[in-house]
């Protein structure tokens, strides 16, 4: 997407490199998106509302509120019973309706089972769009939810999951980040982005490279499932976790060495992550209150430790 011609259309205020397009009309802010992920847990109502929490993710890393989406379905009509996508999609709407934002519409093709909405939203009145370039020099940076849904999700693809296990995961993936956009809508705060694909590091290396800044990291304070590092060891590693490190290891130094368990659970593809939220240190009280009152456990896990090339320097115990 990065190679695509940026628009420019004056009323365009985020494009490519953004979590979410948005753009200017008669005075309000409009916010899009859209995602699409094949099956991450084997019961479809769950998929269903588990790809929806997802996808409303971006609009809420925004500053947004999601109002409309539209479904995109890949379902095989010959190979699974229809009741299958039945489930799928009440697990969507149900999850869209928790969030207030109704389905209005969609298309679907026949082939391997893929769901996702595209939504749009608004920004509130008194907000505004939140990006990714904007992180300042000093800036606290808090993680809203644990990682390692990969890992568990992969997991449960290799079947060495207990359903304990599963309803962990399952659990923390179909938590909206409506919460914590709530939260931090009371507060100042810089920049912020969801953990999605790239996993942790990918997502800070994107905030670092279009803030041009360099963040430190305290490994100690790093919410992750309490499993994963059993399941790493069981072998629950993809590709997608050799990926990220090979896309994004340049971009890293280590002060202390990790473990290879510690670097995998900090390229873990998430899907339906938490939050990367970037605040001035002054906001600390204020932004840990609302993340309280909203009911969003959230890590304080680093900070902007200079401005300059983008890096991310990793150490443990920060004091
Ligand atoms: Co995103
Ligand atoms: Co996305």
Redesign the pocket.
Known sequence: MRQFPATKDKNVIAQIGE??FAFQHHGETIIQ???LITPVVDDPYEFGSIAVA??L??IYAKGGIPKYALNIIEFPVSSLPLSHLEKMLAGGRDKASEAGVAIVGGHTIDDSPKYGVAVTGFIPEGGKFISKSEAKLGDLIFLTKPLGSGIYTTGIDQQVVSDKQINEVTLLMNQLNQGAANAFRQVQLNACT?V??FGLLGHLKEVAESSKIIIELDISRIPYLQDVFQLISQGAVTEGILKNKQSFHQYIKHSTPLTREEEYLLYDPQTSGGLLVFVPSEEKENIIKEFEKNNVTASLIGMVLKTGDPCIITKNNIE
């Open positions: 979590d979410a998106t859209v995602d997802n996808a993710s971006d969801d999605t694909g």
